[in-house]
């Protein structure tokens, strides 16, 4: 048979196909790729990643082995031969290819290690050293992959890279050489096509004109794929990743990304260059303008057709495609009224940078013409300050320039879409969405071929300003419009004590509300989180280890300060992230901290409410700079609606005059029993037996409770005085006994409790524990009430509160019910978070 017969009987066109890290993560992933290239109908070169996690595994022992950690990297070098020695084992069959793979493994971690003892002698890493050291996880992961191939039934060969791929010898970094690549290429590779054998070859590395390894960068696979199929004219690349494919954002940022099904060479180059980790800065250099098409498919789902990346255009019902982000960026500006006049600003600017090989980002220029300004990485601003200063010593002496500064913290955001040339208001659009959600934009650049919007936020902006731009052009529904997921409210619990855990088991219990799943639980000890929300299984689990006095860090979560955990969480894709205090700590800082990164937050806890003043107003003032909402219903009379009807009445209309009522269900209790004849101290002791009480009751009879719950009503009011000082029901005698002591010594009170009820009962009253609040006045204190008003005429624990407004001027509005317990309170939160959740 002739050989192009074979070919065409084959499927004839040559493929590139490239697999990542994560698809090459231990010996299952390894057979899976090989079995998948040994079922490819035509030819194909291969080219491989390090295993997942090698390159860092690497890079991090030699960085520690240059700081004196000589251990760390021995470590490295014993788990990279124990990685791969363990694939070699499971994968390659006993005999000759399995030996020479295991020999060429310890050679390499070898050579790592000793390499790695010079570099902590020298006590410094040159890029040089470290492109040598990290090599070693392609080569050996090709040969391994070769290998395995090889055992699969296809004749696989192990083609070193680093004799294939030329470069500039940028070492870190470095630029392929297209012709000297396609020269050595075509020689190398070609033949052993022709033979019917797969090359297998390392991505990532190639050499330099001097003989050295070099690297491309980091993810530099994706690019030594596209060049080989440049190379050898190849008709498709195919990078297979653990991802669908490119989607319209990363989606770590952005729950709702979807996959793009196909791409212009145009938009995935700028996707690519604007740091979407999915392709390789220049991927796409080899291959715009060829017909080569780029394939970027899932190794989870091999069914799926994955992102078409081709000379195309298809979908035009998008003018925005993609997202991508490049962080850890810092702002450079060069600044001066003078520099309107100054001719070249700009050309000497970019020279000057250019001269130093850093890699700007974006360039952006105000239209007074007085500042310009580029990003680019935080590691790299301050050379690029000096080399800038230095280029206009003149200027800067003779007062034409002000300065030149630069700003870390920095986060560019590219909105990528071919359709944007020519769509009117796209940048409108872009901009709006973030004005409406509060995010500050630090500097704006338009790419002169307008496929390319690019903004400058802070780093903690980044989520929020994602998601709003992925909003608003309704990047979700790309690729055919599938109606767009309900979307949910994440739940964070800050605090899982009884309240929490109860409310943990109403959320489980729950149908028919809006979509709400907890996706985070935090307790002093870290936190344990899911951004697709914690099974109800991991949840009631949790809940019922919470209760035998374990802590989350220790229930398979991460230990971190609250405030870390809400930081991660608020980066991780959360879909309109709620926090609920269930804690009854001084928290808010860290609520305003947690409203400024996109949290409604949702109160149990009374203190961020009726704590001081200033911390009051900061804490409404974050929620309403951040544009989100703070609810606290639970905060006072647990779930009965009193802050609600309170709202509805104002919005309705109505002006609330006075508040007034009965808010501990403690005090209620022992004092209308105290009432109806009961001695004080057995009243006392019943509270707390029946759990009405705190285990030391002096905490409810110090009337301190209630009187944060009416300081909470009368901010509500408007009130903005100092709290009430409640009376004190605990005898100052008893103050400061032991609990035991107390409980033994209050009977002495009684008769004086008798005396009182008895004078009273007499003119047809009876004593209640009775809060107030008007916009100007606040109490808690002992009354005494006529027998069959409201409030006298209120048993048990419950809770009342009446509003005295316009309307109910002659007859009080009363809300009236059970105002403490676990479950009640859970309810009220819950009620909270459905009211945010169907905003
Ligand atoms: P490889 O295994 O080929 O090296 P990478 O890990 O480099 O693959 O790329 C895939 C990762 O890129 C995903 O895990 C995903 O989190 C991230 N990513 C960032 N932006 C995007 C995007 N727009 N589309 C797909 N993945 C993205
Ligand atoms: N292994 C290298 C890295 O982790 C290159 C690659 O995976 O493409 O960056
Ligand atoms: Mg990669």
């Known amino acids: 048979m002739s050989p192009p017969k074979r070919r065409r009987r084959e499927g004839g066109k040559l493929e590139v196909w490239k697999f990542g890290g994560a698809s090459l993560a231990d010996a299952a992933a390894i057979r899976k790729a090989a079995d998948l290239i040994a079922s490819a109908p035509g030819p194909v070169v291969i080219v491989a990643s390090a295993l997942g996690g090698v390159t860092d595994l690497l890079l991090d022992g030699a960085t520690r082995a240059a700081a004196g950690h000589a251990k760390a990297a021995a470590h490295a070098a014993a788990e990279f031969l124990k990685r791969h020695r363990a694939v070699a084992h499971e994968l390659v069959s006993n005999g000759a290819r399995r030996r020479q793979l295991l020999a060429l493994i310890d050679a390499a ?99 330099g004109p001097d003989g050295s390894v070099t690297t491309l960068g980091r993810g530099g696979s994706d690019l030594t794929a596209t060049l080989l199929a440049r190379a050898l004219g190849a008709a498709t690349a195919v990078l297979w990743k653990d991802v669908p494919g490119i989607l319209t954002a990363d989606p770590r940022l952005v729950t709702d990304a979807r996959l793009i099904p196909q791409l212009h060479h145009r938009e995935a180059a700028e996707v690519a260059h604007y740091g979407a980790k999915v392709l390789h800065p220049r991927a796409l250099i080899p291959i715009a303008g060829t017909r080569i098409v780029l394939r970027v498919r899932s190794f989870v789902d091999l069914d799926q057709p994955g992102t078409e990346v081709s000379a195309r255009r298809s979908d035009r019902t998008h003018p925005v495609k993609a997202l991508a982000i490049i962080r850890g960026q810092a702002v450079v500006t060069v600044a001066g009224k003078g520099m309107a006049g100054v001719h070249g600003i700009a050309a000497r600017t970019f020279v000057a940078v250019d001269a130093e090989r850093l890699s700007v980002s974006t360039i952006f220029q105000a239209s007074s013409e007085s500042s310009i300004g580029f990003t680019l990485p935080e590691p790299e601003a301050d050379r690029a300050v000096r080399a800038v200063k230095r280029a206009f010593q003149g200027e800067l002496a003779s007062g034409l320039i002000d300065n030149v500064t630069s700003r870390p913290g920095m986060a560019v955001v590219a909105v990528v879409g071919d359709g944007m040339v020519g769509t009117p208001g796209v940048a409108a659009r872009v901009f709006s969405s973030l004005a409406t959600a509060g995010v500050n934009v630090v500097a704006i650049a338009q790419g002169s071929s307008e496929r390319n919007i690019s903004f400058v936020v802070r780093e903690p902006d980044v989520p929020e300003a994602v998601r709003r731009v992925h909003a608003v052009f309704q990047l979700s529904k790309i690729g055919g419009g599938r109606p767009l997921a309900t979307p949910y409210t994440d739940v964070v619990f800050l605090g899982f004590g009884r309240v929490g855990r109860a409310l943990a088991d109403q959320i489980t219990a729950s149908s028919g509300g809006p979509p709400v799943r907890v996706v985070g639980v935090l307790d002093r000890s870290g936190y344990v989180f899911d951004q697709r929300g914690l099974s109800d299984r991991r949840l009631l689990e949790l809940a019922r280890e919470k209760d035998g006095g374990a802590l989350v860090a220790s229930l398979g979560g991460t230990k971190a300060s609250a405030a870390e955990a809400l930081k991660f969480m608020a980066d991780h894709a959360v879909s309109h992230p709620v926090v609920v205090d269930v804690t009854s700590d001084e928290t808010t800082p860290l609520l305003i901290a947690a409203l400024g990164q996109g949290f409604d937050v949702v109160l149990a806890n009374k203190k961020p409410v009726a704590g001081s003043r200033d911390g009051y107003a900061a804490l409404m003032a974050a929620a309403s700079a951040a544009g989100r909402r703070i609810k606290y219903e639970a905060t006072v009379g647990a779930g009965l609606p009193i802050i609600d009807t309170y709202q509805k009445l104002v919005e309705t209309g109505d002006r609330v005059l006075q508040i007034e009522g009965a808010v501990s269900g403690t005090l209620m209790y022992v004092v209308s029993a105290v009432s109806a004849g009961r001695p004080f101290s057995e009243a006392v002791r019943e509270a707390v037996e029946k759990g009405y009480a705190e285990p030391d009751p002096r905490d409810d009879l110090n009337g301190r409770d209630a009187a944060r719950k009416v300081l909470i009503l009368a901010r509500l009011m408007g009130y903005r005085g100092a709290a009430p000082t409640p009376e004190n029901l605990v005898p100052t005698a008893l103050a400061r006994l032991s609990l035991a002591d107390f409980m033994k010594a209050l009977p002495s009170v009684d008769a004086d409790w008798a005396a009182r009820v008895k004078q009273e009962a007499a003119r047809g009253h009876v004593l209640r524990y009775v809060v107030a609040a008007t916009p100007k006045s606040v109490s808690a204190k002992l009354v005494a009430v006529a027998v069959d008003s409201p409030i006298g005429a209120l048993q048990g624990t419950r809770n009342l509160v009446a509003f005295t407004t316009h309307r109910y001027r002659t007859e009080p509005l009363v809300v009236s019910g059970p105002g403490a317990g676990a479950a009640v309170t859970a309810a009220g939160i819950l009620n909270d978070i459905y009211s945010l959740a169907t905003r």
């Open 109 to 207: 971690a070898r050579e790592y290690k000793d390499l790695t003892i010079a570099v902590g002698v020298l006590g410094h890493l040159e890029p040089r050293t470290s492109d040598v050291l990290v090599s070693r996880g392609e080569r050996v992961s090709a040969a391994v992959l070769a290998a395995a191939v090889t055992e699969a039934g296809r004749q696989a060969t192990f083609v070193d890279a680093a004799d294939v791929v030329e470069t500039d010898g940028h070492h870190g970094g470095a630029a392929p050489n297209l012709e000297g690549t396609t020269r050595r290429a075509r020689r190398s590779l070609k033949p052993l096509l022709a033979r019917r054998q797969t090359p297998v070859v390392p991505g990532f590395i190639g050499h």
